[in-house]
């Protein structure tokens, strides 16, 4: 059950790290490639991530989700190596790889030993310009990207819910449609879409590489412009803004599907350390959030789930972290007994609670000494400290706002989280879905056999 | 933070994993095993307390082990859920409890500064040693996990892996879900619990691991003061054996899903098996390796059936499930099903071919140092060695055992292991849509 909350915001929050021991140090090539390295000589290996300035949020109607197709393409062969090959090489090097795609980038990654860094950068240097889209290809991998969003949100309740939920809270932000894509522009990606995606998007000036791990610097830059350099740049047009619409009154929605505990979801349209009117605002928030949600000691967990027993599950979650304004969520599924109509009202004398009274001493100095932790135990992953690096860089944010996390949380004030809860958690701009679960019938049939 | 990422292009099959690292060993006054790594690169320190204490413990009393468990932390000594919580959390600590079939475990990731440690380790062993079990936690607890246990039956996927169990292991204590069922977890009582915590959580029955920014003496200080109080108790009895299935089985759920889960298996492989590294390696190849695994290349990268399709052994103190596994669009299940079986029964009838076992060779020695390049990683492979009382040197002798497989141990190892006349398949979708199309 926990599985689908939100992230609980302060065990997420260390995303932004601290003022971390090994520095950052940052190579631009002739071409615009941005290449950042953290040294980390704990263990002799490395991780390299390729952020690619661009997600769900970049695409017009028609081709939603193409961002996540493409990602799925990039393992299917360039001029110098066929199908498969990418992955067949990797793995004989020892190596573990991936990608993800989200709303603001796409990354693909590799974690190897720290000697094999150069046969994960010739690789990605290859397919960042001389991929091949086969059609006969692109077929069978749209099946695999349906199937794929058949089990995440088709057959997915919450995912469902959440889906269902983003595309009412925006009007005309393109955080409305999922990552994954809506189903009909799935089905009709063509292989001229995904070229001219691709031959937009996927360029060095339009590209991190960030490398952590036992490496030298020195030499990671050495082998990104042997690499690299050669490559050419797109011309990148400025992406329009599309900023979101006042909202002007509370949306309500409600989702019927198959399901066994209803759930509900709330959201309010704040804004993000980029679009923040001060930044403080956006650190005052993350700060908020914590106090909801950094832990059993913080107020959903001991209010809601123990002590009114109003739900069985409850969470709160902020990026501030995203390129456009983002929602602000609550989340629970209430306790058996209690209806959706009760968990919305808890929900809400919580937030009433933060604009009405400032947040104690001990709760403010919690969070902090969480977030002062939690900087020292996200440098025990390599992964995580590039994918702080590559999110804050890709987003537009710069990477340096990763070594001022620790200071800013530490500046918030009581007085400024009661502010932003006033300010921004403000009823007209709230959106709520409800899943209401519906009969799930089931039989069983024994083929055959039987032990 | 919410991350809002998808699309991973495929799940990442978790892989029993080993790590190299001096790992120190010995006793606690009262008999304790303690396996401490001194990690001193970052401030921090990573403790676990395992017992013999999972939910193959529970006796007929499904999730008995799991609420136990999850009413640890809810009021110890003197203080409440709130208390508790606190205390860690204002020093930046993280807890948590939870169960496996084998095990019940306590863990602790805290900074090693003396002040916040020390508040961290006190109330870790207040919850060890002087759990409440009050009611009123109970019924919350139990209620929450009532929830928990309905929600399983509106996902496919679980509904599929509770019958697979079910099916491998009969009346066996793996074949209930850790949680337990409805009819089990309404009927505990607060009593059941305290009497489980007072058999199970002895000394004698735990092991504790430490890794991190700690001297040696530091790490046996830590042990003795986390385990004190805990009366040393009686080792359980060793779990029953696991009877194979006697015949091969199909059984399908019907569910108005759009995919059908499809599982496929039998009990596989346990912690001090033999044929262990012939089983490992072989399964690399045939469903274990991610993009490159045969399973993946034959139902995805081959037909798009699917979007995972992979599969594992999960090697336990008895034979844990070996499981082959796919998701697919309802009407191409008995396609999907065809494609797995025949892959599987080619791979245990042929073998790897000599170039996929050097390249799972490559794959597994060369990615070896990757296994365990964080603390947390490596807390968790000591944990299994302690757990599991492997050798010492299992770290440092995992490659050479990976390097002495050859195909014709890995391919006498599967025909023995893998009786494709006794596979138990499950089927979790909606056949009506598949009839429709």
Redesign the interface.
Known sequence: ?NARL??A?M???P??SANAEPKVTEHVLANGLKVLVKEDH????VVSQVWYKVGSSYEPGGITGIS?ML??MM?KGTDKHA??EF??II?????????????D?TAYFQ???AD?LEVSMELEADRMRNLHLLPEEL??????????R???T????QGKMQEHFNAMAYSNSPYKHP??GWPADIANYTVPDLQEWYQRWYAPNNATLVVVGDVKAEDVFALSEKYFAPLKTSEIKPLKPQTEIEQLGIRRITVKV????PSIVMGYKVPVLKTAEKEWEAYALEVLAGVLD?????RL??GL??GK?IA??AGA?????SRLP?LF?LEA?P??GKTLLQMETALKAEVAKLQNSLISE?EL??IK??????A??E????FYQAMQLGMLETVGLGWQKADEYVGKVNQVTAAQVQEVAIKYLIEDHLNIAYLE?QA???????????? | ??????????L?VSQTSFATAKIEHWQTSQGSRVYFVQAD????ADIQVVFDAGSARDGQQFGLSALTSGLL??GAGQWN??Q???R???????FGTGVSSDTASLSL???TEPA?FDKALETMHVILTKPLFKKADFL?EK??N???I??R????AE?ASL?FSD?LY?THPYAHPDSGVMATVNNLKASDLAQFYKKYYVASNAIVVIVGNLSKQQAEQTAEKLLTGLPTGQKPEPLPDVTM???????????????THVLVGLPGSYRKDPDYYNLYVGNHILGG????SKLF?EV?????????ASSSFAPMLKPGPFTVSL???NDQTKQAVEVLNATLKDFISKGPTQAELD?AK?????????R?????KLATYVAMIGFYDLPLDYLDTFRQKVEETTITTITDAFKRRVNTELL?TITVGNTTTAVAK
């Open positions: 059950m939100l992230c915001a065990l997420c929050l995303i932004l704990r263990s002799p290996v996540h990602e799925h393992f199908v498969g992955s067949r793995a004989e090097n020892g190596g573990d790889e991936n990608a993800f795609t989200g709303q980038y974690t190897m030993a094999k077929k069978k991998e749209l099946q695999v990207v349906t199937e794929e058949r089990m995440r088709e057959d997915n309740p990552v994954i198959p399901a066994k505990l950094g832990g059993s000691s913080a967990s001991s789930v123990r027993q069985v599950a979650g902020y990026g501030l972290a983002d969520e599924t306790a058996e001990e100095s919690r000494a969480q977030v002062l932790a939690s020292v135990y440098r025990d992953s390599n679960p799930i019938n089931k039989t069983t049939t024994a083929k055959k056999g039987g032990a | 933070m919410n991350f809002k990422l998808i699309g991973f292009i495929l990442i690169a970052l401030p921090m932390d809810t859920a709130d508790i919580a606190l860690f959390e204002s020093v930046g600590a993280n990731r805290t900074l916040l919350r209620n929450r009532l929830s928990a309905k929600q039956e509106e996902s496919p509904i019958a099916k009969g299935p006697t015949q091969a089985s199909e059984q399908h759920i019907e569910f108005p899903s759009t995919q390796s991610g993009l490159v290349s995805r990268e081959k037909r798009g059936l699917a979007y995972s998701q697919t669009r390249a490559k794959n597994i020695i060369g990615g070896f140092p990757m365990f390049d964080t603390n947390k138990q």
